[in-house]
C-alpha cells in the first residue's frame, strides 16, 4: 500500500546518501530499507532495518529523500513521524531513530516504550 498523505519515516540527507553508498551495485528496482518494530530491550521494544529486494503484499511502501522504505502494518502506529539518520562518531556509526512516540528509553539506547502500548520489558544485557 502506498502511503502519500502522512509522514511515516523521514530520512536525513546522511542517511539516504549512506544508503545510496550501501545499494549502488543492487541489481532490483526495488531494493529499499525495511524499518520495524519488536518487542524487545529493557524497555519494551526494539528497532531494525535491513535491505530488501521488494515489498511484500502488506508493507507501506513510500519513499524518504530518495530512498524506498518497506514498513509493516504492525510498526507503523509505533514509529509514525520518525526520522532515521545516519551517525559516524568517536564511539562508532550507524543509524539512528528519532522518534517522536518513544516515551521512554533505555541507557543501552537500542529500545524504547511508547505511552499508550509498553511492551515487554526486558534486561539490558545482550
Request: glycine share 0%.
Given at each position: 500500500m502506498l502511503d502519500t498523505q502522512t509522514t511515516i519515516v523521514s530520512l536525513t540527507d546522511?542517511?539516504?546518501?549512506?544508503?545510496?553508498?550501501?545499494?549502488?551495485?543492487?541489481?532490483?528496482?526495488?531494493?529499499g530499507l525495511r524499518v520495524y518494530v519488536y518487542s524487545g530491550g529493557c524497555s519494551g521494544y526494539k528497532y531494525g532495518m535491513m535491505l530488501e529486494d521488494q515489498p511484500t503484499a502488506d508493507d507501506n511502501v513510500l519513499s524518504a529523500n530518495g530512498v524506498r522504505v518497506y514498513i509493516d502494518p504492525n510498526s507503523v502506529p509505533l514509529i509514525k513521524g520518525s526520522q532515521i539518520d545516519y551517525v559516524d562518531t568517536l564511539m562508532g556509526a550507524g543509524f539512528t531513530v528519532n522518534n517522536p512516540n518513544a516515551t521512554a528509553g533505555c541507557g543501552c539506547g537500542n529500545s524504547f516504550r511508547t505511552e499508550g502500548d509498553a511492551g515487554q520489558a526486558r534486561s539490558c544485557a545482550h
Open positions: 546522511a542517511a539516504a546518501a549512506k544508503l545510496a553508498e550501501l545499494t549502488k551495485d543492487e541489481t532490483s528496482p526495488e531494493i
